[in-house]
Structures are given as structure tokens and as C-alpha cells.
């Protein structure tokens, strides 16, 4: 890839993993519907950690991308609709430390989300849940043509999201299925193609409290990204990754986690590491 895309496609593509509401943001029970009236909110705290990244081969190069972040994620279940659909909003608000190389460092707001879900299927004694999440991401956070690495993307973004959940006894399964749609900034002039991901955090509970799980990603683009109006050829970005899900009930009101992942396959994407601790709290 040329310099100029490889800045264009780091600048955008990475900056959606500190902002995305579920793109390898899923944990156990993320799929459990509330009663009405139910607020939550999960805050996260991670790192991304990529060293390197894979061209259309899978050979790397190297990259040195580093950001921290923080991001609130407020969850409110409205109501019902016919007594058996839950339905709601919720938020996400991402605020990072971006860095390329150990220098180009920016901090501040990146682009918030809004997102309202309704629950097509819970099942309270069979422990079934399927439900659809509509995340519409604002042009919030900062962005500046002369950065290598911004904190927004200076333009619209959507994800669709089906996410399923099956909590029998100690056993758990969250499984969502998320369809990405990028508009293109007018000042970058990056087409991202659209993408489909596949995550899953499969877990089981040790005790009542303490549960482990394994976190799987899978993304896909479904097109050559372009530049400027140059199509750039096998540029369709592909990564696998693997992970560790630990999470603990401190109260009946409040959790800790922490999970990791890595990138044990990628074309055209980032490489490295991701973690997050992540807190919840229902009031």
C-alpha cells in the first residue's frame, strides 16, 4: 500500500475500535434483556497496542500505533411493546490518546454514537434473547487533514447489529452479527468499503460470581478501499482474533471485567493487541 492510503486507512480504521459500541466490544451477557425502567452503565478502559500492520499478503510492516481510551456507555430499557418486545436507547461517548510512531499525539472527544434497540425474542425461562441494535455515529470528534491520526473521522458511520444470547445454567454463548456502512469525508476522500463482523464470547461461570470466557472476532470488508477516487487493488481488509474474557460480580449491582485480544490473522488491517476493563453498574 502507498504511504498516503496506509496513513488514510490507519487514521480511520483503527480510530473505529475506541469508538465502536460492539466492534470486539461484547461480553458475557451483553444480550440479556431488563425489566423497564432498567439504567446501566459500563465505562471501559483499554489499550490498543499495534506494532504492525498486514498488506493484502498478511506480510507486516511496521506501524506503532498506540491509543488509550475511556468510554462511557449509558443503557436505558424503556418499555415493552405488547408486553413481550423491550426496547430502549443507549449511548456511547469515546474519549482517546492516539499516537503514530510515538509522536503525532492528539487527545480528546472522538465521534459518539446513538442507539436504540428493540429485542425481537426474550425468553426469561428458556434464556433466549435475540435483539437489534441501530448505531448511528456522529461526526464529533476532532479531525485535521495535516494529522496522521485523528480522533474522528469527519463523517457519518453506521453499524447494524443483530446480537443473540443463550445463558443456560453456568454456560453462556453472546453471539452478534454486525453490518458496518461508511460515508466518505470530504476531506480525507477515503472510501471504506462497507464490512461484516462476526463476534462471540463463549463463557462459563467457575463460581456464582466469577465467570471466564473466549472472545472471537472475525471482519471482513466486502470491497477494495479508494483514495481520492483511486481504487487501491486486494486492499479488502480481513482480521481473525482470539481472546480471554474475565469478569466478576462485586455486587448484585456492579461488575468488573477485563479481557484481552489479539490479531492472529489479518490482510490490510492493524496488528497487535487490544484490552479493555470494563465496569458496569445497574441501577
Known amino acids: 500500500m502507498k504511504r498516503k492510503f496506509l496513513l488514510a486507512f490507519v487514521a480511520l480504521v483503527v480510530l473505529y475500535f475506541s469508538a465502536s459500541a460492539s466492534a470486539d466490544v ?3 451477557y451483553d444480550a ?14 483499554g489499550q490498543l497496542h499495534l506494532p504492525d500492520i498486514a498488506d493484502n499478503n498478511g506480510d507486516k510492516s511496521d506501524l506503532g500505533y498506540d491509543q488509550s481510551y475511556m468510554a462511557l456507555r449509558p443503557v436505558y430499557f424503556m418499555g415493552k411493546i405488547a408486553d413481550r418486545m423491550s426496547y430502549g436507547l443507549n449511548a456511547y461517548i469515546p474519549f482517546a490518546h492516539v499516537g503514530l510512531d510515538g509522536a503525532n499525539n492528539e487527545f480528546g472527544l472522538g465521534d459518539i454514537a446513538i442507539s436504540p434497540f428493540i429485542y425481537l425474542y426474550e425468553n426469561s425461562d428458556s434464556k433466549l434473547y435475540l435483539s437489534l441494535w441501530e448505531f448511528i455515529f456522529m461526526p464529533t470528534g476532532n479531525f485535521d487533514e495535516n494529522n496522521a491520526v485523528n480522533l474522528g473521522r469527519d463523517a457519518w458511520w453506521f453499524q447494524h447489529q443483530i446480537a443473540f444470547g ?11 452479527i454486525n453490518y458496518f456502512q461508511f460515508t466518505e469525508s470530504d476531506i480525507m476522500k477515503y472510501d471504506e468499503p462497507d464490512a461484516i463482523e462476526l463476534e462471540t464470547v463463549v463463557h462459563y461461570g467457575i463460581t456464582d460470581k466469577f465467570r471466564v470466557g473466549i472472545n472471537a472476532a472475525y471482519w471482513i470488508g466486502m470491497d477494495d478501499a479508494a483514495y481520492d477516487g483511486v481504487t487501491s487493488s486486494d486492499s479488502e481488509p480481513m482480521n481473525v482474533k482470539l481472546g480471554i474474557n474475565l469478569s466478576y460480580c462485586l455486587t448484585e449491582q456492579f461488575i468488573a471485567g477485563i479481557r484481552w485480544m489479539h490479531d492472529i490473522d489479518s490482510e490490510n488491517y492493524p496488528t497487535g493487541d487490544w484490552v479493555y476493563v470494563r465496569l458496569a453498574y445497574i441501577f
Open 26 to 28: 461484547i461480553d458475557p
Open 32 to 45: 440479556i434483556s431488563a425489566p423497564p425502567g432498567t439504567f446501566a452503565l459500563f465505562s471501559y478502559f
Open 166 to 176: 443463550w445463558y443456560p445454567n453456568r454456560f453462556g454463548i453472546d453471539f452478534n
